[in-house]
């Protein structure tokens, strides 16, 4: 997979890419991330890639030339014809598992981030086939949102993580919110392991785990639970 992110803060991306999974699965071969910054495609002196919206009202937008341009560079370098665009915005569609497991089939990503304010609707009219929010809340920038996208999508991929069975068993993606883990010690400050996970029978070890997540998620995900005992 090949994930393009145009950004006008590209230090703010790199490292988180360079640790645990991300990184694995990069050296790996699995995923060639890039980073295009939207500054290196300005021609005035100040590098300038925001401005004061039209119409008056606070906040700077992205502006559109350094933004075309990159875009047009990399379609052109990377032959990324056919790849949609997807913004990272607060007023996208929200991001489920779902998605993340939608984006990872794909071969190339575009991911841009939007600033300030916002972002230039040409930019939005000529490019973007789809926007994304990860949450009910106003982050700084998309970048942390790429971020987000990135790390769910990678460890998708066949061959990111350690066992196969993982991604498969996550909360969320089986539709339930996660049950209880414990490792070792057996004991610690006088908190036990549950003794059914100790038993050795694993019909009931999935029948208690089952449960807990019905628990768990009725609890604190009525939304979910009730989609899940629908379907
Ligand atoms: N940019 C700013 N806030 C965001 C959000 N919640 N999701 C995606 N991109 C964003």
Redesign the pocket.
Known sequence: MQIHVVTAFPKLLSSPLGDSILKRAQERGLVQIHFHDIRAYTTDKHQQVDDYGFGGGPGMILKPEPIFRCLEDIYDRFQLDGTPVTL???A?QHYTQQKAIQLSLREKLVLLC?HYKGIDERVIKTWIQEE????D???T??EL?AMVIIDSVVRLLPGAIGDIDSAETDSVQSGLLDHPHYTRPQNFRGMEVPAILLSGNHAEIARWRLQQALQRTRDRRPDLYEKYSKS
Request: hydrophobic share 40%; proline share 7%.
């Open positions: 990272m915005t607060p996208g939007g994304i929010s990860i949450g809340y106003i982050l920038g998309g949102a």
